[in-house]
Nanobody, 123 residues
Framework: QVQLVESGGGLVQAGGSLKLSCAASGRTFSSSAMGWFRQAPGKEREFVAAISWSGGNTYYADSVKGRFTISRDNAKNTVYLQMNSLKPEDTAVYYC????????????????WGQGTQVTVSS
């Protein structure tokens, strides 16, 4: 069992930066692939980024590649999402998720989800 709590969301102007954190509890964090997803009002949840259990492999949606960076610190049971050059279309609730398997872009691969943190980017 893994419990996930996101933090770091907020209101930022276009072009600004935010760093999201996802703190995990449970003994299986260090063996879990982790992902970040987001959901904007009226839209389906979409993949943002994923990282393997070791941190050695990362994956990004095309829409955030080059602007967002996913990382993890297994000693702190925490995964991060550094978001730079934010755009109004990045506005969404951001969720972190944990997978018992590999780091994959589809939401159905993930077994545990946090409650989400709101990110709002003003133009």
């Amino acid at each position: 069992q893994v419990q996930l709590v996101e933090s770091g969301g907020g209101l930022v102007q276009a072009g600004g930066s935010l760093k999201l954190s996802c703190a995990a509890s449970g003994r299986t964090f260090s063996s879990s692939a982790m992902g970040w997803f987001r959901q904007a009002p009226g839209k389906e949840r979409e993949f943002v980024a994923a990282i393997s259990w070791s941190g050695g492999n990362t994956y990004y949606a095309d829409s955030v590649k080059g602007r967002f960076t996913i990382s993890r610190d297994n000693a702190k049971n925490t995964v991060y999402l550094q978001m730079n050059s934010l755009k109004p279309e990045d506005t969404a609730v951001y969720y972190c998720a944990a997978s018992k398997g590999a780091a994959m872009p589809g939401a159905h691969w993930y077994d545990y989800w946090g409650q989400g943190t709101q990110v709002t980017v003003s133009s």
